[in-house]
């Protein structure tokens, strides 16, 4: 079965500080994910990327970076919480580029709050 | 562009009744068709897709979607709940040919609550 890990369930931060979310998939796969949870809006795209040091925006990109460095993880960056980017925070995994009926393998979430 | 809508915010229904989550979606290109269940305090899964051949499409736990191309709808089904399935459900769609990327568009999520 295809693993997605998130680093952390909860996470509690202040206001200014770069806060890191870190994602690992164990299954190789190309294509890796960040989404936003909020209730009444379902899930927004933040980045995605489909290789090593490959990365495109989303939706909701703004206030968001993100690093690739190797296959298996893909890291989400708050540059400067603020508390507007309190949320639920998504990675997903899926195979290949291009391939759109591989499904996305998602972990169990963030719940960060920036106090 | 792709849009997809869950015209139900909340389905409350009786453990063993049928149930019916719809949506609806938006695209000028032809797309590819999913289902994800979210239980609480967990990640998403996928119930179940819709890739092409046949419009109805049976997917894990019981449940069943069926593509209606014509009323760009995409509805799932369930004939008899279990308290078990209590959780929220997302649509979403994703582009076919060469202009996908793997994106998905998922649609505002339906929270089907079981009562005993």
């Known amino acids: 079965d295809v693993k997605v890990t998130q680093s952390s369930r909860y996470l509690v931060k202040r206001t200014g500080e770069k806060v890191f979310l870190e994602c690992v998939q164990d299954?190789?796969?190309?294509?890796m994910f960040w989404y936003r949870q909020d209730p009444g809006l379902g899930l927004r795209l933040i980045y995605f990327s489909y290789d090593v040091k490959m990365k495109e925006k989303g939706d909701i990109p703004e206030g968001y970076s993100v690093s690739r460095e190797k296959k298996e993880r893909f890291s989400l960056i708050l540059e400067s919480a603020s508390t507007n980017q309190t949320s639920m925070y998504l990675c997903?995994?899926?195979?290949?580029?291009?391939?759109?009926?591989?499904?996305?393998?998602f972990g169990d979430g963030t719940r960060l709050s920036i106090l | 562009a792709q849009s997809v809508t869950q015209l139900d915010s909340q389905v409350p229904v009786f453990e063993e009744a049928p149930v019916e989550l719809r949506c609806n979606y938006s695209?000028?290109?032809?797309?590819?068709l999913f289902w994800y269940v979210q239980y609480p305090n967990q990640g998403l899964q996928l119930l179940l897709k819709y890739l092409s051949g046949s419009t109805l499409v049976k997917g894990i736990n019981g449940f069943e979607a069926e593509f209606n191309k014509s009323q760009t709808s995409f509805h799932l089904r369930k004939p008899s709940v279990h308290i078990s399935d209590t959780a929220e459900y997302f649509c979403a769609v994703s582009q076919r040919g060469s202009g996908n990327t793997g994106k998905l568009i998922f649609g505002q999520g339906t929270t089907l609550q079981v009562k005993p």
């Open positions: 997903a995994s899926s195979l290949l580029q291009g391939t759109p009926n591989q499904p996305q393998h």
């Open positions: 299954m190789d796969h190309e294509n």
């Open positions: 695209s000028s290109v032809s797309v590819y």
